[in-house]
């Protein structure tokens, strides 16, 4: 069996003050990374390095690893070269303390970094092989995902392709999940299909992780696999793989030539900030409210006859988004009102939420309650109005009951 060490370096995961989610709980034993990486080498057949790439002076991966290795720094003109060319692209010019990231150890190979400055590195110290990687995650994901797991199941004589499937979905809880797709997995008897979860709620993403020879064959045993994932969760998938709930929608309004504006209580103006900064926004996104009293809504919208008291409800959300949609020309109006529970944060505050899409010949509503905290209740508001918006453009139910409902 192969052992493989994982270094995280940096001063803020190591001082605490950013929290490392995967390897906090190390970061106080990693006072020194040069003797870190000497008795890794020594017990380790690989070993993942995590940061110090940057162009910064306390980056220091790089000098150290050629300490450790004894050998030189030396300037890799390739990587320069691809730098300039990242820099000049964005009309840019390249900062000089930027061509510290091409200075290499002499022996290194490497490791190809297609979305930022800092290139990854492999290189042989004492018995095992150190992979250095970036710290910024979506560039330590896609480093991971593409070469080095790739190289890891390489040396250690596994199966040497690998496909990662996500399904994004919100609604159920991940016990839940686990419950509806038991025995997926089974469906490939060979056991080289992997079910796994992460929940960051209101989200939860489930993980179907495969193993082949080789593209092909992993594509094989996938398929029949998705085909039940998706069968089994149904209208709560919103999206797979890199694609986000807000790209979903923006990408449905978009292809019918369709416009929104958004009017919001409570939510800080969350849900426009999702959409509005995407690309094609500004052909979609016509206009969005956001107040903390429903007269301010009423009055925003051109409803200054309208109640602002009483309980709120989803006929008070259906007129408003009505309005919205009226008085701003957009083919739909998302209106997400919240009327939250009086007293201090708690577990049990709870918020009442009634939602509404209007078009010009229709008005889909729901209303909802949800327990847990005062941002507990911001993001699951947020979240179940743009996926009632998902549902309702691609023709779904705008109700189904979720798992953090409560009656």
Not at 111 to 131: E, M
Not at 210 to 223: C, N, P, Q, S, Y
Request: hydrophobic share 45%; with cysteine; proline share 3%.
């Amino acid at each position: 069996m192969m052992r493989i060490e994982i270094i995280c370096t940096g001063d803020e995961v190591l001082t605490g003050k950013i929290v490392n989610t995967n390897f906090s709980y190390i970061s106080q034993k990693l006072e020194d990374v040069l003797r870190a990486l000497r008795l890794a080498g020594e017990r380790a057949d690989a070993v993942i390095v995590n940061g110090g790439l940057g162009p910064t002076v306390d980056d220091l991966s790089q000098e150290v690893a050629a300490q450790v290795a004894g050998v030189e720094l030396v300037l890799n003109d390739e990587w320069l070269a691809r730098m300039e060319e990242f820099f000049r692209r964005r009309s840019r010019v390249m900062p000089p303390n930027n061509r510290k990231q091409a200075m290499l150890p002499a022996t290194a190979e490497v490791i190809d970094n297609p979305i930022g400055t800092a290139c990854g590195f492999a290189l042989d110290i004492g018995q095992a092989r150190f992979f250095f990687t970036p710290g910024v995650p979506r560039e330590l994901h896609r480093m991971l995902e593409e070469q080095i797991i790739p190289r890891l199941l390489a040396k250690s004589g596994m199966q040497t392709a690998i496909v990662l499937k996500r399904f994004h979905s919100y609604g159920l809880g991940e016990s839940h999940v686990d419950a509806l797709l038991r025995g997926v997995e089974e469906l490939v008897p060979d056991g080289s299909v992997k079910l796994g979860f992460r929940a960051h709620y209101p989200q939860l993403e489930t993980k179907l992780t495969v193993r082949g020879t080789d593209t092909e064959d992993t594509r094989r045993k996938l398929a029949p696999v998705e085909r039940e994932v998706r069968k089994r969760l149904g209208n709560f998938i919103l999206s797979e793989d890199d694609a986000t709930l807000e790209g979903v929608v923006l990408a449905e309004l978009a292809s019918r030539q369709g416009s929104l504006s958004i009017v919001e209580t409570f939510t800080s103006g969350a849900i426009a900030a999702r959409l509005a900064h995407l690309p094609g926004a500004d052909k979609v996104f016509r206009r969005g409210v956001v107040a903390r009293a429903l007269g301010e809504v009423c009055a925003a919208v051109g409803l200054e006859g309208a109640s602002a008291t009483g309980e709120l409800t989803r006929e008070t959300a259906e007129a408003v988004a009505r309005a919205a949609r009226r008085q701003t020309g957009a083919t739909h109006a998302l209106a997400v009102l919240i009327d939250l529970d009086d007293g201090a944060d708690r577990i049990d505050l709870g918020g009442t939420i009634c939602l509404a899409i209007a078009t010009e010949h229709e008005v889909a509503s729901r209303r909802s309650r949800i327990l847990g905290g005062r941002e507990w209740v911001r993001l699951g508001a947020v979240e179940m109005g743009l996926d009632c918006l998902r549902r309702y453009l691609q023709k779904l139910p705008v109700y189904e009951r979720i798992d953090f409902e409560k009656a």
